[in-house]
C-alpha cells in the first residue's frame, strides 16, 4: 500500500464522518491508486496501483471487489462529501467575505448500451457559434468557487464544490434547475456568507434567478435582444380605476442601446460608451462600456437589474452583453467578475486531462452518480493540499526548478507531480532506516522516480 503523507492526512480526516470505516479506508487506498498510477485510469488499473507489491490477475478480480463496491453499493452520499470538502476549502482560502461561485456543465464522453444516464447532449468543446455538435456521454452540472490563489492573486481558481447528473428527457430536471438545488444546499451550508453566483447565458433562467435571496447577486449574459422594461413605472392619474403600472415603457435591448450609443456623437445622455480600464489575469485592458438600469420580467419578474455592454475598442472580440442584480456595482467589477467565469472551463480541462475523469468505464446507476463527483471533489482536495502546505515541501521547490516552457507551478497537473513524488519520497523512507549505508542508494532511486512522475 501506499503511505499516506501526514499533511495530506489531516484533510483526509476531516471528511471521515462521510464514511463508515471501512469506506473510509476504500476512499483513502483508491485516491492514492489514482494519484500514483501514471497510464490511462481506468478502475482497474487505478485498483491495481493500490497493492504496489502484488501483481493481480484479470481472472481474479475478487480482490477489487472492495473499491467497485466503494462507488456502486457504499452507502456514503455525494451531498454530504461535497458539504465536508466545501467546508474546508472555504475555511482554509476564503474565510471571509463574498463567495464567488461559478454555474456550468460538461459533457463526460461515453458510450454504451447500459450507461446510465447516457444520452446525446451538446458538445461544447467540439461546437462552434455557427455549428452544433452533440455527442453522447453524461452531462454534469457543477458548481465550483473561484478564487485568486492567495499568495498569488492574478490568476483565478476554480474548486469544484458539488455535481449533479443531467438525465435526458423532458420530464427531467433541468440544468438550471439542477443548479438551483445545488446553489440551495451552499446557502444552508453558510447561511452568513453574501454570495455572487457567476453563470453563462443558458443558466440567465426562472428557475436559478427567478427566487434569489437578498444575499446573493448575479452576474451573467443576457441576450442579445432581450425584452427589458424601464423600472420605473408611469404614474398613475388620479382617480383612475384598476391595478397600478408595475413596469415603464419598453426599453432598447443591449444590442439596439449599443447602436444608439454609436449614433450619439453629444456625448450627452442615457446611451453613452464610458472608458474603463480593467486588470483580467494581470492584462491590464482598455474598454468601453455602456450601463443602463432594466427590469426583466421573463427571467427575474420585477427585481431590478443593472445591464453593462461591453466593447474591445480595438476590435478584437464582439460586443458582450452582461447583466448583475447589485445595481451599485462598479462598471469595472462587472468585467471582473465575470472573467472569473473561464476558471471553471480550465478546472474541466484539468480534471479531463489531468484527472482523466473519461477513463473508467463503469456503467451502473450507483458508480456513475458518484464517481464523477468523487474525483472532483478529491481534485479540490489536492488543489487544497497545495495551496495549504504542498508548494512550501521540498519536492515542490525540485519540481519548480524543472518546469517546462509551457508549464506553471499554479496547474493542477504540477500539484498531482508534487503529490506523487512526495508519495514516493514517503514509500521510499518508510522502507529503509536512516542510515549512511543506505543513503545512497535512497537518493538514487528518489532520483529516478523523480523522472518518471515529471514525465507523467
Known sequence: ????????DTLWQAVAVVFTEPSFQSHRDILLGWIMWIGRRTEYRVFQTIPASSVVSRIERHP????????????WTVESLAHQVAVRVVVALNPTGVLYLVADDTLLHKRGKTVSGLG?????????????????????????????????PDPILCLPLSARLHLPGAGSPSCVDLAAEMLGEIL?????????????????????????????????????????????????????????????????SPRAAAVLADQNGTGKGPWVW?????????????????????????????????????RDPAGKFRDAYWFTTDLRA?????????????????????????MEIEGPRHWCQGSIEKLAPWVWLMQSVISLWDLTVGHTLPEAA???????PWDTEWSLAHWVRVLRITTMAAAIHAGFDENNDCQEFIRRVKNYLFYVASAA
Open 274 to 310: 464610458r472608458d474603463i480600464e480593467v486588470t483580467i489575469s494581470g492584462v491590464t485592458r482598455l474598454l468601453r462600456v455602456l450601463a443602463y438600469q432594466a427590469v426583466w420580467p421573463e427571467v427575474l419578474g420585477l427585481r431590478p437589474i443593472q445591464i453593462v455592454v461591453v
Open 330 to 354: 462598479s462598471l469595472s467589477w462587472v468585467v471582473t467578475t465575470f472573467a472569473r467565469r473561464w476558471s471553471i472551463e480550465v478546472a474541466f480541462k484539468a480534471s479531463k486531462q489531468v
Open 1 to 8: 500500500m501506499w503511505p499516506i503523507i501526514p499533511s495530506l
Open 398 to 404: 525540485t519540481a519548480r526548478q524543472n518546469l517546462g
Open 64 to 75: 477489487f471487489d472492495r473499491f467497485y463496491n466503494f462507488f456502486s453499493r457504499s452507502a
Open 188 to 252: 444552508g451550508w453558510f447561511p452568513d456568507r453574501p454570495i455572487v453566483l457567476i453563470g453563462d447565458g443558458a443558466y440567465a433562467a426562472h428557475g436559478l434567478l427567478g427566487n434569489l435571496v437578498e444575499r446573493v447577486n448575479y452576474v451573467g449574459r443576457i441576450r442579445g435582444d432581450a425584452e427589458i422594461y424601464d423600472p420605473q413605472g408611469p404614474p398613475q392619474p388620479p382617480g383612475k380605476r384598476g391595478r397600478k403600472p408595475t413596469k415603464g415603457p419598453r426599453l432598447p
Open 120 to 152: 446525446w447532449f451538446r458538445d461544447a468543446v467540439a461546437s462552434t457559434a455557427k455549428r452544433v455538435v452533440t455527442a453522447s456521454g453524461n452531462n454534469w452540472v457543477v458548481l465550483g468557487l473561484a478564487i485568486p490563489i492567495p499568495f498569488c
